[in-house]
């Protein structure tokens, strides 16, 4: 599995993004698919995740309210829809994907939120 995320950037607090992660080489729908995060100095944080199956979905209570998760019409990309932004939102951020451990990885992409 191969994944390939964009949409990151620099962006005033209380902004919306979107952040985008396009994945091949999958064929179950029982592969769970997350978006992490990791700020400097601080350990890597689940922020949401949901299967590729579109159920069973997950939110951080850092991030519950305010970021979406969701999956392409192909069930190939995944989206993490970001509202209501704040500085601490700031990190980069991971695609990831796995049946029983996340075994596959994006390259990361940076969020920058300014208060």
């Known amino acids: 599995v191969q994944l390939v995320e964009s949409g990151g950037g620099l962006v005033q607090a209380g902004d919306s993004l979107r952040l985008s992660c396009s994945g091949s080489?999958?064929?179950?729908?029982?592969?769970?698919m997350a978006w992490f995060r990791q700020a400097p100095g601080k350990e890597r944080e689940l922020v949401a995740s949901?299967?590729?199956?579109?159920?069973?979905?997950y939110y951080s209570d850092s991030v519950k309210g305010r970021f979406t998760i969701s999956l392409g019409n192909a069930k190939n990309t995944v989206y993490l829809q970001m509202s209501s932004l704040k500085p601490e939102d700031t990190a980069v951020y991971y695609c990831?994907?796995?049946?029983?451990?996340?075994?596959?990885w994006g390259q990361g992409t940076q969020v920058t939120v300014s208060s």
């Open positions: 949901m299967r590729r199956s579109g159920d069973s979905t």
């Open positions: 990831a994907a796995g049946i029983s451990v996340y075994d596959a």
């Open positions: 080489g999958w064929t179950s729908f029982g592969v769970r």
